[in-house]
Protein backbone atom coordinates (compact mmCIF):
# COMPACT_ATOMS: atom_id res chain seq x y z
CA UNK A 1 0.00 0.00 0.00
CA UNK A 2 1.10 3.98 -0.85
CA UNK A 3 2.06 5.34 1.89
CA UNK A 4 -0.09 8.54 1.17
CA UNK A 5 -2.82 5.67 1.76
CA UNK A 6 -1.58 4.54 5.13
CA UNK A 7 -1.02 7.67 6.28
CA UNK A 8 -5.25 8.41 5.81
CA UNK A 9 -5.64 4.82 7.09
CA UNK A 10 -3.85 5.39 10.10
CA UNK A 11 -5.29 8.95 11.14
CA UNK A 12 -8.78 7.63 10.13
CA UNK A 13 -8.71 4.97 12.46
CA UNK A 14 -7.62 7.19 15.19
CA UNK A 15 -10.04 9.50 15.15
CA UNK A 16 -12.76 6.99 14.47
CA UNK A 17 -13.61 8.81 10.70
CA UNK A 18 -14.33 7.73 7.26
CA UNK A 19 -10.73 8.47 5.34
CA UNK A 20 -12.84 10.28 2.56
CA UNK A 21 -14.04 12.58 5.67
CA UNK A 22 -10.30 13.77 6.80
CA UNK A 23 -10.18 17.73 6.48
CA UNK A 24 -8.23 19.02 4.90
CA UNK A 25 -7.40 16.29 2.37
CA UNK A 26 -3.82 15.05 2.83
CA UNK A 27 -3.12 16.37 -0.83
CA UNK A 28 -3.66 20.03 0.83
CA UNK A 29 -0.79 19.20 3.24
CA UNK A 30 2.00 17.37 1.65
CA UNK A 31 2.58 16.15 -2.17
CA UNK A 32 0.78 13.04 -2.02
CA UNK A 33 2.40 11.64 -5.29
CA UNK A 34 6.28 12.81 -4.16
CA UNK A 35 6.13 11.07 -0.77
CA UNK A 36 4.69 7.74 -2.48
CA UNK A 37 7.51 8.52 -4.77
CA UNK A 38 10.31 8.60 -1.73
CA UNK A 39 9.00 5.10 -0.88
CA UNK A 40 8.82 2.93 -3.89
CA UNK A 41 11.33 0.12 -4.61
CA UNK A 42 13.91 1.71 -6.37
CA UNK A 43 15.33 -1.43 -7.69
CA UNK A 44 18.78 -1.18 -5.71
CA UNK A 45 19.22 -2.52 -2.38
CA UNK A 46 16.23 -1.20 -0.67
CA UNK A 47 17.70 -2.61 2.61
CA UNK A 48 19.83 0.09 2.93
CA UNK A 49 17.54 2.86 2.90
CA UNK A 50 17.72 5.40 5.31
CA UNK A 51 16.02 7.91 7.11
CA UNK A 52 12.38 8.98 7.38
CA UNK A 53 9.75 11.91 6.66
CA UNK A 54 7.60 13.54 9.38
CA UNK A 55 4.92 16.60 8.74
CA UNK A 56 2.32 17.49 10.79
CA UNK A 57 -1.41 16.45 9.85
CA UNK A 58 -4.98 16.41 11.28
CA UNK A 59 -2.96 16.72 15.20
CA UNK A 60 -0.58 14.47 14.67
CA UNK A 61 3.09 14.23 13.95
CA UNK A 62 3.42 11.55 11.36
CA UNK A 63 6.24 10.04 10.64
CA UNK A 64 7.29 7.23 7.99
CA UNK A 65 10.10 5.18 8.22
CA UNK A 66 12.24 3.46 6.16
CA UNK A 67 10.13 0.16 6.19
CA UNK A 68 7.17 1.79 5.34
CA UNK A 69 5.87 2.11 8.61
CA UNK A 70 3.78 5.22 9.84
CA UNK A 71 3.92 6.68 12.97
CA UNK A 72 1.58 8.97 14.47
CA UNK A 73 2.03 11.12 17.66
Same mark, same amino acid.
Given at each position: ??? *?LRVVERIAEAEGADP? !? /?KPPLG #? &? &?DASALDR /? $? !?PT? @?? #??? @??? *?? *? $?RYCG? #? &?TIRPDGRVTLE
Open positions: MKP *SA !E /L #D &V &V /L $F !EG @RD #DAI @RRG *SV *S $FY #D &V
